[in-house]
């Protein structure tokens, strides 16, 4: 809403997939979900998708512009999922660990894709760095942007 200077009335619903029959039936007219959980609707002429929130268009839906080229500057929203564990884990648990990810990167990164996702992988030693950039990053924007817990 910053970003556009509009105002939506929010409606809460527990999980993207209660949210898709109200939707498709027009009693929500908005909703932004992971390109992945969108594409089967947006594939199937369910849903239309009008833009990606990420730097890039997906290379499932190329035809759907990012947020960049529909006119909303900045508004770039990378999803990831990270494998963390206990402070104080031995070092030899977590190198056991980071070896059977790496051991199998290449069929979790086929899964990903071929769920509609991207695969990213960040080193192990860069991981800290990148968390702490993203926690800075969000606790700004919802800092400028007001959001406060009801």
């Known amino acids: 809403m910053k970003a556009t200077d509009t105002k939506f009335i929010e409606v809460p619903y527990k999980g993207a997939t209660a949210v898709y029959p109200d939707l498709i039936a027009g009693r929500v007219d908005l909703f ?20 990606i929130l ?35 884990t031995p070092k030899t648990v977590i190198d056991k660990l980071q070896s059977g990810i790496a051991a199998s990167s290449s069929e979790l990164k ?9 695969y990213m992988w960040v080193p192990p030693e860069k991981l800290d760095g990148f968390v702490h950039a993203e926690h800075d990053k969000w606790t700004k924007l919802i800092k400028d942007a007001g959001i406060t817990l009801e």
């Open 32 to 51: 932004f979900d992971s390109t992945a959980g969108a594409f089967p609707f947006v594939q199937s002429g369910k849903v239309k998708g009008f833009a």
């Open 54 to 88: 990420a730097p890039q268009r997906s290379k499932d839906m190329p035809d759907i512009p990012t947020m960049d080229e529909a006119g909303v500057n900045g508004l770039n929203v990378d999803s990831w999922i990270g494998l963390f564990a206990p402070a104080g």
């Open 110 to 118: 086929a899964k990903y894709v071929a769920g509609g996702a991207d």
